[in-house]
């Protein structure tokens, strides 16, 4: 009888199932941001409820796995008094989302100083990506899919991007998602089948970890640095 | 897809592109499809042989090291194989088995032959060319069978009708390697046997295999038709199935491949369990192929 890393193809401690409790449950692409600015609220303040205690336990507030669990109180109304013949200034508190990219090539070197061309909802930015191959440009909490061509010769490359899909490292898809992101190509959706297996090999031999298609703590470890998330 | 994350960083790479190379015979399909892939920063992980600039032949004074190389091959994982050398049925003989009114039938013999593979020249001077399935003693051949090398395209090893290692190294590799994304065949017939074409599916449901489905004279043939095909480019051999999946790309690889490939019907390709042949048709591939 194997056991259970065998089973679930990890041998590191592992959180498999949703968290959390409330009256949201979180759904692919939603992170602490998105869902706070969908209702009102800054995600601090939601993170730092004392019913979503499990939940900050176990996640990160921008990395939450869909059916987690969050509690959302009901929205306070405040009130403000302002003269009727003068401009009111509001500020909305908290930062701006942001998009933190890095572009390695199959060398594992930064990919600097290629133009890119980012689209979000429609709108269009260009740039230039950094010293590191990176980009860190603010985006909106609800911003779901976008795409990202770099302007390579002869062949720009073209790739979509899907915004709070990626799902925590303790579960499948979240390792998934950070494979194929590092070029590891395997289905987005699945548990810890051959498929999945097959890509963890591919990584580990390319990192020289020894081959075993396991998702061992030294392979874990080597797939979050190299994700950087 | 990339699948990201807000507020954190994520990191979107190219993973190494690496190949191996399996040469029985004359290495120049082999060599120009190294230089390719080299120069795309593609990595050469064939065991032993790996960094040598050209592949060296398993033939001759490279027999004992070859079979160290294949016997390491099953644990490279590479993204992408190349089998070169001779290909056919397991004897030479074997060609006289199947007959029709007496004659001998070409096409029963591609569609029911069931022990075929790639061999070297020391197999091709000996055993294909002198024993049969029921006299294949390596002491009464002439040539030197003791360096023949034969490696099954086959899933049956049939050892009571042969005298030889069968071994495939890359069919043992499926048992705990990951697929990968292709396999180029560069040798005569590699994919007109439908046992073949049946073992290639199985053992790799998702790669695209290139091969031909006719003899070939020149070692040059494969790697022309694969330069000549404007879809062979890099990203073609980075990510050949997000390609292929889309409606109508293998039909066109298939013809672009055809069109700088001497033989009219002679070079085909299976992806995901269709075959692909240069007269237009597509068909299961293990369907029995029967002359248009």
């Known amino acids: ?229 | 897809m990339a699948e990201v994350g807000r507020n954190t960083t994520n990191t979107v790479a190219k993973a190494p592109i690496t190949f191996a190379m399996i040469e029985l015979a004359d290495s120049a399909d082999c060599n120009t499809r190294k230089s390719q892939w080299l120069s795309y920063g593609f990595k050469d992980v064939t065991p032993m042989f790996g960094k040598q600039s050209s592949v060296p032949s398993l033939n001759g004074g490279m027999v004992a090291k070859g079979r160290d190389m294949l016997t390491q091959m099953k644990d490279v994982s590479a993204d992408w194989y190349m089998v070169s050398g001779h290909h056919g049925a397991i004897y030479g003989t074997d060609y006289g088995l199947f007959t029709t009114n007496g004659a001998p039938d070409g096409t029963r013999v591609v569609n029911e032959e069931q022990y075929c593979g790639f061999f070297n020249e020391a197999y091709h001077e000996s055993y294909w060319e002198h024993a049969t399935r029921t006299d294949h003693d390596p002491a009464k051949l002439p040539g030197v069978p003791a360096n023949a090398i034969y490696v099954r395209t086959t899933d049956a090893a049939p050892e009571s009708i042969a005298a030889f290692d069968q071994d495939n190294p890359l069919f043992d590799a499926t048992s705990w390697a990951p697929a990968p994304k292709g396999i180029i065949l560069s040798a005569c017939n590699t994919l007109v046997y439908r046992s073949a074409r049946r073992a290639w599916c199985t053992y790799f449901p998702n790669a695209v295999i290139i091969g031909p489905g006719a003899r070939i004279a020149s070692g040059t043939w494969v790697a022309n038709a694969i330069a000549g095909a404007a879809m062979t480019n890099e990203a073609f051999w980075r990510d050949p199935q997000s390609i292929l999946d889309q409606p109508g790309m293998c039909a066109e690889l298939e013809k672009q491949l055809a069109q700088n490939f001497p033989r009219k019907k002679g070079i085909a390709l299976i992806y995901k369990s269709t075959l692909y042949l240069a007269d237009g048709r597509s068909m299961p591939a293990d369907s029995p192929i029967t002359p248009k």
């Open chain 1, 1 to 229: 009888m194997p056991n259970d890393a065998e089973i679930d193809g990890s041998s590191g401690s592992t959180n498999q199932g949703p968290v959390g409790q409330g009256n949201y449950e979180v759904q692919p692409g939603d992170c602490m941001a998105s869902i706070a600015h969908a209702h009102g609220f800054l995600w601090q303040t939601l993170w730092n409820l004392p019913e979503n205690a499990e939940l900050k336990r176990n996640r990160q507030p921008n990395v939450l796995f869909p059916g987690d669990c969050v509690t959302i109180p009901p929205v306070r109304i405040r009130q403000e008094s302002s003269p009727t013949d003068q401009l009111a200034k509001f500020q909305l508190a908290g930062a701006p989302c942001r998009l933190k990219l890095r572009f390695l090539d199959d060398k594992q070197e930064p990919r600097s100083g290629l133009a890119y061309q980012l689209t979000i909802d429609g709108q269009t930015t260009s740039g230039t990506l950094d010293g590191g191959g990176g980009l860190d440009v603010p985006i909106s909490p609800d911003a779901s899919q976008g795409s990202i061509l770099l302007n390579v010769e002869p062949d720009p490359e073209t790739y979509p991007l899907n915004f709070g899909h990626l799902d925590p490292d303790s579960s499948a898809t979240g390792i998934r998602g950070r494979l194929n992101n590092l070029g590891f190509a395997c289905a987005s959706d699945g548990d810890w089948d051959a498929d999945l297996q097959s890509a963890i090999k591919r990584f580990q031999l390319a990192n020289d970890i020894q081959p075993t298609g396991q998702l061992d703590d030294q392979t874990r470890q080597a797939l979050i640095e190299g994700h950087q998330s």
